[in-house]
């Protein structure tokens, strides 16, 4: 749902019939239930990712008003105890040569507009301290992260101004390598980090902005650790010993990401959590592409028609979701691993057609609360995991900024 291209792709589709086909049940209990909604209701629930700002600038959006449409608004929000989000400002790699700055600028811009709408449910936070004021105010905080490093365009004057206007952290890169680092689906260029990449994490670490080390390559993941005075975010990423995608983090960088004191946020996206249903998914990719490719070149003029026909031919492929409790199954990956001090939740709400059956939309969140209570987890560590932890970081993050001035 990133870009068009993205869309064009049978796998989405393919996810997302998948989605409108799913119906298991899950039985819960009733008083594990009960007591997960306590401690939920308590914590300081954060999401590190959700690309909901593209959906924002279609014409007649409103984030204060239920929809149907979509995994987030304000409404879902409060009704799943999401209490702080960060917004994607997604710039898609195709437009690198495109002002990438430009399309940055509109998406920040409608944050901020669609916020100031709603100033009665939610507020923009620049800091974990507002986080939490606006926590004890029963408000939502709403936060800014740019996905793709490519707006600085090559610029770290434009890096400060994105910090001025709220930008708190950057994932350097996305689907293809750019000017900063490798990226993990894409060829090398700089082997990890180039000479100008080094100088962004060093600005971001005197400006206070969280480095963010989701879809870089390996070899970018261990420059970074190398260079950053700060801890780093993975802002939504998975454990590639459980679902072996490319952008999932080994078990050897979960180690080196917590023991610099980081945090790894895991995603929602059925691919990065099952590794039955990444093969499949792929399986059916292959299976399809010449029906694709015919389908691509017949509506290369026509995006609407192509699409029209992909979604036609994505109602014959669906495949079954994994439950809600795959992202509780990562989380325990990962504090076996390295404790519960390091993992938290990073959605990638609004940039995912597919979600696990029983996280549906926002709303559902209590779900993962339940199932970490349910395999025994206490009430300290589900706190650090709900957003404990990634306000941790952040602080950590801006003392780092307050020493290097």
């Known amino acids: 749902m990133k870009s068009l291209h993205f869309i064009a792709s049978l796998t989405a589709l393919i996810l997302l019939f998948s989605v409108l086909n799913c119906s298991t049940q899950e039985k819960i209990d009733k008083e594990l239930w009960k007591k997960a909604l306590e401690i939920h209701g308590k914590a300081i629930v954060i999401d590190t990712h959700a690309d909901t700002p593209m959906g924002m600038l279609r014409e007649g959006f409103d984030i204060g008003k239920r929809s149907d449409k979509g995994h987030i608004d304000l409404i879902r929000m409060k009704e799943g105890g999401l209490d702080a989000l960060f917004m994607a400002a997604y710039v898609s790699q195709s437009l690198a040569d495109k002002n990438p700055a430009h399309t940055a600028l509109e998406l920040i811009d409608v944050i901020y507009q669609q916020v100031e709408a709603n100033a009665d449910k939610a507020e923009m936070a620049f800091s974990p301290q507002d986080i939490r004021r606006l926590h004890k105010e029963g408000k939502t905080a709403i936060l800014i992260g740019i996905e793709n490093g490519i707006p600085i365009e090559k610029s770290l004057r434009l890096l400060r101004m994105f ?217 300290e560590d589900i706190v650090k995991i709900l957003g404990g932890n990634l306000l941790r970081v952040f602080d950590e993050v801006q003392k780092v900024a307050q020493q290097s001035q």
């Open 163 to 379: 910090y001025r206007l709220g930008v708190r952290y950057i994932t350097l890169c996305h689907g293809g390598t750019n000017f900063i680092c490798d990226s993990s689906t894409d060829k090398p260029k700089w082997d990890g980090v180039s000479d100008f990449g080094k100088k962004v994490i060093q600005e971001m670490n005197d400006l206070g902005m969280m480095i963010d080390v989701s879809h870089i390559s390996d070899g970018s993941f261990w420059d970074v650790l190398e260079l950053s005075k700060a801890p780093v975010i993975a802002s939504h990423s998975c454990c590639r010993a459980l679902s072996n995608a490319e952008r999932n983090l080994t078990d050897e960088m979960i180690k080196a990401l917590a023991k610099k004191g980081g945090v790894m946020q895991i995603a929602y996206v059925p691919g990065f959590l099952s590794q039955e249903f990444l093969q499949k998914s792929e399986k059916k990719q292959q299976e399809l592409k010449p029906k694709i490719d015919e389908l691509r070149e017949k509506y290369k003029d026509n995006q609407q028609e192509l699409y029209a026909h992909l979604m036609e031919l994505a109602k014959q492929h669906s495949i079954p979701l994994p439950p809600a409790s795959v992202v509780v199954d990562h989380i325990d990956h990962v504090v076996k691993l390295v404790g519960a001090d390091h993992v938290g939740l990073g959605s990638d709400f609004d940039g995912t057609f597919a979600v696990p059956e029983g996280l549906e939309d926002v709303s559902k969140l209590p779900i993962i609360t339940y199932h970490l209570l349910k395999r025994g987890y206490n009430e």
